[in-house]
């Protein structure tokens, strides 16, 4: 079966960095777009980042954009999100998602999103 499972969250100071994997197995890791979102507690999950299946188009958050970035190793079956300057407001539990798409478009809803990882924390400290 399909399995999407985070690593690299953690407890970082604001203004520090992080970066964020996803090993992708039981699909064919390049007939998939791919996704973070995040959810902070008594939020809604919400978009970060998408990229497409060939990696060559990406969509970010407003909230994100500039200090985030997302990339893909389709060798690996992995991908990442590579987080700077990181704010309190980023506190979160951060989510992989895939989603079947050989298109150009890049979705940013979570209920286009057909697959889901369980999540790594991601802290930041004053």
């Known amino acids: 079966q399909v399995q999407l499972v985070e690593s690299g969250g953690g407890l970082v100071p604001a203004g520090g960095s992080l970066t964020l994997s996803c090993a992708a197995s039981?699909?064919?890791?390049?007939?998939?777009?791919l996704a973070w979102f995040r959810q902070a507690p008594g939020k809604e999950r919400e978009f970060v980042a998408t990229?497409?299946?060939?990696?060559?188009?990406?969509s970010y958050a407003d909230s994100v954009r500039g200090r985030f970035t997302i990339s893909r190793d389709n060798a690996k079956n992995t991908v990442y999100l590579q987080m700077k300057s990181l704010k309190l407001e980023d506190a979160a539990v951060y989510y992989c998602?895939?989603?079947?798409?050989?298109?150009?478009?890049?979705?940013?809803?979570?209920?286009?999103?057909?697959?889901w990882g369980q999540g790594t924390q991601v802290t930041v400290s004053s």
């Open positions: 039981g699909l064919t890791f390049s007939n998939y777009a």
């Open positions: 998602a895939a989603r079947y798409s050989r298109s150009t478009y890049l979705a940013t809803m979570k209920h286009e999103y057909e697959y």
């Open positions: 990229i497409k299946w060939s990696g060559s188009s990406t």
